[in-house]
């Protein structure tokens, strides 16, 4: 996959030396410090050139006569390099591309060396659309923003950052195209390849006020989130379901979800080095494909046969056996989940469930398909759908095999919020993103492959 990848980065280190014969390194031996220290003034300088819509930006380094030249234009574009990935981390520049090819030359006098190497950025816009493309952004990250609580915690609101943009993004294939590395295209468009995943990332978390910094190696990009005092990888790009073997194509993986540099898979370098040392998260038994909701420092998650629940300041992992679990949610401190047909909560206060509701009235469906010898009639059950749950405001949503229906956690009241009991089309699924309720659909398969999403409601 990383080879596939690396087709699609849109950067390039060139250069075309006259009195010198410099070549771009493509090493990371430039300790992460000195990038740091000596990246500001570059960065400065294009975050200047960005505003300005430069068509090139040009910057000039000085060394000593006894200086190994080839040795200090590597280190040089490797700080342009990181400056770069740095001002592109930054909300204001979503509209340039990481498409900046730099070349080299370099100028010998008796006193020593000029190195002058040229960045030359491409914009998806001019200054006459910005404002345009500005507010569809900022209305983007307001909607994709919508779900997240304020109160939650920044391991939430990084939870819910990392899946909110790989259900909403489709990686785009053709990694030629130099929209796909902005976080527009990914945000607006829903469409990107890693360096759009990735800085959407950093967008959206550095919205919610969460640290973040791009970091690469030669073949991908990827982000950095700071949760405490400790910093942690996050690769959305790696993480969607194209990509990480999930059955269902509306999937999220999180293998590679706050990893440290140890346990960070498929990723040998990258630059700046040596600033994930944490593995706090490195054993957590969210490396499966699906959703999970997170309270108190506890993480729950459902799969075919138990609720997952992981204590992250011990790292441990305790599974409750249950059969044919579809989703979780929490209200207050009880996590409602729906089991082989019956609503049910459980309270981690007390280690107990307790059952709520039936949901069996309608999953059964059978179907008739007339063939040309008769008649053959087949029977899909939906059990390991049924049903999918959302816990929303004070209501817990879910889906039957024909309607959306609602249970109010105070009431106890069963309100229908939509229902299809017309049409031959059965519902597989719900998701909840902000205040609008989405529903999936198929033909009776029992696969979310060929499902559908649709807009149900305002909720």
């Not at 970091?215 to 942690?232: A, E, Q, R, S």
Request: proline content about 2%; hydrophobic content about 35%; charged content about 25%.
């Amino acid at each position: 996959m990383k080879k596939t990848i690396a087709l699609f980065i849109a950067f390039f280190l060139m250069m075309s030396p006259l009195s010198a014969d410099i070549s771009p390194h493509t090493g990371n031996s430039v300790c992460a410090e000195a990038a740091f220290k000596s990246s500001d003034t570059i960065a400065s300088k294009l975050r200047r050139s960005y505003r300005s819509f430069d068509s090139k930006v040009e910057f000039t380094f000085r060394a000593g006569k006894n200086t190994d030249i080839q040795a200090f234009a590597d280190k040089k574009y490797e700080e342009i390099t990181d400056a770069l990935y740095e001002v592109l981390s930054e909300k204001e520049f979503f509209y340039v591309t990481d498409h900046c090819y730099l070349t080299g030359t370099s100028y010998r006098d008796v006193n020593g060396f000029d190195i002058r190497i040229s960045c030359s950025p491409q914009y998806i816009t001019d200054k006459k659309g910005l404002p345009k493309l500005k507010k569809r952004l900022d209305k983007e990250v307001k909607t994709a923003l919508s779900g997240m609580d304020k109160s939650w915690s920044d391991l939430q609101k990084a939870a819910y950052i990392h899946d909110r943009i790989i259900m909403d993004v489709k990686y785009e294939k053709n990694g030629s195209s130099r929209y796909g590395s902005t976080p527009y295209a990914a945000l607006a468009d829903k469409k990107a390849f890693c360096t759009g995943y990735a800085r959407a990332f950093s967008l959206l978390a550095s919205e919610a006020g969460l640290k973040t910094r791009l970091v690469y190696n030669d073949d991908h990009i990827w982000d950095l989130v700071k949760l405490g005092d400790h910093m942690y990888h996050v690769d959305c790009t790696y993480d969607d379901p194209l990509f990480c073997n999930a059955p269902d194509k509306d999937a999220v993986c999180h293998s590679y979800f706050l990893k440290s540099d140890k346990g960070l898979k498929d990723h040998a370098s990258y630059r700046p080095a040596g600033l994930a040392k944490s593995g706090k998260y490195d054993n957590m038994g969210w490396d499966s494909y699906e959703p999970f909701v997170i309270k108190d420092d506890i993480i729950f998650f459902t799969n075919s046969d138990s609720l997952n629940v992981c204590f992250i300041p011990e790292n441990r992992m305790t599974a409750l056996k249950y059969d044919s679990l579809a989703g979780c949610g929490f209200y207050g401190d009880l996590i409602f989940f729906a089991e082989n047909g019956t609503l049910k909560y459980f309270s981690p206060k007390t280690n107990s469930t307790k059952d709520i509701l039936s949901l069996k009235d309608d999953w059964i469906v059978v179907k008739t398909t007339r063939l040309s010898y008769g008649t053959r009639t087949e029977t899909f059950g939906f059990r390991e759908y049924l049903a999918q749950i959302a816990v929303h405001g004070d209501s817990v949503y879910y889906n039957l095999a024909h309607s959306i229906k609602s249970y109010d956690i105070r009431t106890g009241k069963v309100n229908t919020v939509y229902s299809n009991a017309k049409s031959d089309d059965v519902i597989v699924g719900i998701e909840i993103k902000g205040n609008k309720l989405y529903g999936r659909f198929n033909d009776g398969r029992r696969s979310y492959a060929d499902s559908r999403t649709y807009f149900i409601k305002d909720i």
